[in-house]
């Protein structure tokens, strides 16, 4: 694996509500669930993102945002398959800001994007599990990958038992932009694969989401990403027995 890059995890007195604490929300939204993990969104910015399927992305992305800040403008960081900056956002102005910077170009390497984000963080969380916050990653992407994803998902979920870490630490989501026929076989492939190890007893089956476009819902749209990602958040708090403190 190529060394990542060096990231800074918050921890959980950060000026978001750490898990444990009651969430509130003025309007009683789920978004208030926004509070309690740090979100590391990957965009898809390969060559096959060309065209209509980078401007679906980036609306996603723009639409995000704009809903996470609302509840949480401190924990969301942007990167991209391709592109070497990474970026903190508070606004959806400071996202138009370096899209225009970003273009689609060379191969679909999720897998290794996954280890840039995953392996710093299990470090980190190495003798301060307590006090490092919840991550979910969330992977938009058109084409099928050119590396071994299911490798990184299955590193990640061995990861969660050899640091004894719960099953709320960590979430792992994919979705699907476009309809692409390949890039949707793969991913129902892969969900599938995952689930078969799942009832071996892995984490995988909770820890991971994985999201391709239908007939039905050809177009991605950002309150089906955060909701996707708040429910599983919510599910595997549950499952990990927390403290009755902690309410959804």
């Not at 980078?54 to 960081?77: G, M």
């Not at 177009?219 to 990990?240: C, G, N, P």
Request: net charge negative; hydrophobic share 35%; aromatic share 8%.
């Amino acid at each position: 694996r190529d060394p990542p890059p060096p990231y800074s995890f918050h921890d959980v007195n950060s000026p978001s509500n750490p898990i444990g604490e009651n969430i509130v929300s003025t309007d009683g939204s789920k978004y208030a669930f926004l509070q309690q993990f740090d979100m590391y969104i990957v965009i898809d910015n390969s060559d096959s993102m060309q065209g209509p399927l980078w401007e679906e992305a980036k609306e996603v992305l723009r639409e995000i945002v704009s809903i996470h800040t609302t509840y949480n403008p401190y924990d969301l960081e942007i990167r991209f398959l391709n592109h070497d900056a990474t970026y903190r956002v508070s606004s959806v102005s400071e996202v138009e800001k370096f899209l225009s910077l970003v273009k689609p170009n060379g191969r679909t390497y999720i897998a290794k994007s996954v280890y840039s984000i995953s392996l710093p963080y299990f470090d980190m969380c190495m003798g301060n599990l307590g006090d490092i916050k919840p991550i979910n990653i969330v992977i938009i992407t058109g084409s099928k990958a050119t590396d071994d994803v299911q490798e990184a998902i299955v590193d990640s979920a061995q990861d969660i038992r050899r640091y004894n870490a719960p099953s709320y630490q960590f979430g792992l989501h994919c979705f699907q932009v476009g309809n692409d026929i390949k890039a949707s076989k793969h991913l129902k492939r892969l969900n599938k694969k995952l689930r078969e190890k799942s009832e071996g007893g892995s984490e995988m089956g909770i820890i991971v989401n994985i999201v391709p476009s239908t007939e039905e819902n050809k177009l991605l749209h950002a309150k089906t990403v955060l909701e996707v990602v708040i429910d599983s958040f919510d599910k595997r708090l549950e499952m990990s027995n927390p403290p009755e403190e902690i309410v959804s």
